[in-house]
């Protein structure tokens, strides 16, 4: 039977009470699914952190992040205790959530750099300034990732670490995986050095996103593409992979940019869910919002 799916390349920017937000068009097309790649737009923190800045990590007052928090739960009507958050730590490890019950200890710190999960009514996210939110999806088995990839994840391939997860664990065909590769840092603006250019050498196809700079020591590196050819290596059609071509560094009246801003800035969320009908049971956010950090 032909798997194979065809699909326009498209990123659209919408907007739901204050929040403005970007679709993939491919993800879109899953009923089962709601997903954003979010703006810096529609919060209330300010200056560097305006406004819609969801860390509570970076120096923005704590009560501003909870009220875009709440923003977000209530444009997407998502309850706030439905998001879960990753402690971010620039590694290739992923977690993967237990369809059913607690799926963490209470307190546990989560340093993972993707998550995975069949679970309903569940957002995953993945917070952002300038490293690549990815979503893979597989539309058949209903099975979702949400992946942070940084320079050093991306590095580290983990991009392709989820995808061979998804096709050892649960069995997932290539064609049946859809991947949206959001707003990101572009070749434009991620200058690096021949120590971390070295990096990426050991890449299949390296040459398609590492480029010598002209300069001495000096490199630069196309993230979003890179991580676009570890999906492709991992069998995945390149017509079932859609890239936003958005730059988060040229584009700072959009989005936050930690290269762009010089380190000081706040982080933008990238969700996405398994819609359910009975919305599963979650742990309870704690007096000091451990899952939202």
Known sequence: MERQIKVKNMFRRTKKHSIEYYESSFLSGCDFLTHAFCTRLGGVSEDDYASLNISFLEGDEESKVLQNWGRLAMAFAIPLENFLTLNQVHGDDIFVIKPYGDYFPSGETLNYDAIVTT???????????????????????????????????????????????????????????????????????????????????????????????????????????????????CGIPEENIDLSHLCTSCRQDLFFSYRGSGGITGRQLNFMMIKGETPCRVLTIGDEYPRLQ
Do not use: M
């Open 119 to 233: 679970r309903q009514n569940l957002a995953i996210c993945i917070k952002t300034a300038d490293c690549v939110p990815v979503f893979i999806v597989d539309r058949v088995k209903k099975i979702i990732a949400a992946v942070h990839a940084g320079w050093k994840g991306t590095a580290l391939e983990i991009s392709a670490t989820v995808v061979r997860l998804l096709q050892e664990k649960y069995h997932s065909h290539p064609q049946d995986i859809l991947a949206a590769i959001g707003p990101a840092i572009g070749l434009c603006c991620f200058e690096v050095n021949s120590d971390a250019a070295e990096k990426f050498h050991k890449q299949k196809n390296y040459e398609t996103f590492l480029f010598p700079e002209g300069k001495p020591d000096k490199w630069i590196v196309d993230l979003p593409e890179a991580n676009r050819r570890q999906l492709i290596n």
